[in-house]
């Protein structure tokens, strides 16, 4: 059974990649400013797996229908309005191994948020038929929101078969 180190390797003996010599001194641009201004700078995007993408998609969505019953008055308008981005957004920041979770967590994260402006009175079952009319009312919403993830998962995805098809250049 072959042993791995545990302590790093010589300089000598470390591959080429990884030697390294004294780093050159960074000089400043004239007057002291960066020569690399910061809209040049790529932000890093965030990678969400599938749970964290429906975790996301929840929360945000939650957040949403707790601001449209502040401020609006439990209007499942402006809360689907509120969805459309959601979606898009869960889908846009997925890994791209869980593209596929992308259009199952989104319609969960619409019926998770449609309870606190649901309307529905007294108790459990109040409650839940409240839900219910709400989800079956504005299907449309539902139904739009993800269409929106679902088309913008199978975009990345062709995008990403395309990049892999496509020969490399040295």
Known sequence: MEQ??????????????????????????????????????????????????????????????????????????????????????????????DLITAPITVPIAFAAGVWPISGGSGGFGGQLMGLVSALSLHAGWLYAGTLVAALIAVVRKAVLIGRRRLPRRA
Do not use: E, N
């Open 4 to 97: 791995h180190r545990t302590r790093p390797a010589p300089h000598s003996q470390r591959p080429p990649a990884q030697r390294r010599g004294p780093r050159p001194a960074t000089l400043p641009a004239q007057g002291g400013r960066d020569p690399l201004p910061t809209y040049g700078r790529r932000t890093p995007r965030p990678r969400l797996t599938g749970l964290g993408g429906g975790l996301f998609a929840c929360a945000g969505m939650l957040l949403a229908g707790g601001l449209c019953w502040l401020l609006f008055g439990s209007s499942l308008f402006v809360y689907g309005l509120l969805f459309l981005p959601v979606a898009a957004a869960t889908a846009l920041w997925v890994r791209p191994a």
